[in-house]
């Protein structure tokens, strides 16, 4: 039996995912602050999202260990 996956916001995460992994130092925080947000409001789990998320907090530490962003 196959199960097909949730595809009612794919699109909408997928593009998440694609800014997270290109957007600049400043926006990071705002991108994040929406995520937070589509994360709250999603039904059940979507891992894209949460994927996003944990790329934009690492690169947030890493920045901030860097000396690139304040805390």
């Known amino acids: 039996m196959k199960f097909r996956k949730n595809t009612e916001?794919?699109?909408e995460s997928e593009d998440y995912l694609k800014k997270a992994s290109r957007c600049n130092p400043?926006?990071?925080k705002e991108?994040?602050?929406?995520?937070?947000a589509?994360?709250?409001?999603?039904?059940?789990?979507?891992?894209d999202l949460l994927i996003?998320?944990?790329i934009i907090t690492s690169r947030l530490?890493?920045?901030?260990d860097s000396g690139k962003i304040p805390l």
């Open 9 to 11: 916001n794919k699109n």
């Open 26 to 28: 400043k926006g990071l």
């Open 31 to 36: 991108l994040l602050k929406q995520i937070e």
């Open 38 to 47: 589509e994360i709250a409001v999603c039904k059940g789990k979507n891992h």
């Open 52 to 54: 996003a998320k944990t």
């Open 61 to 64: 530490a890493s920045m901030r």
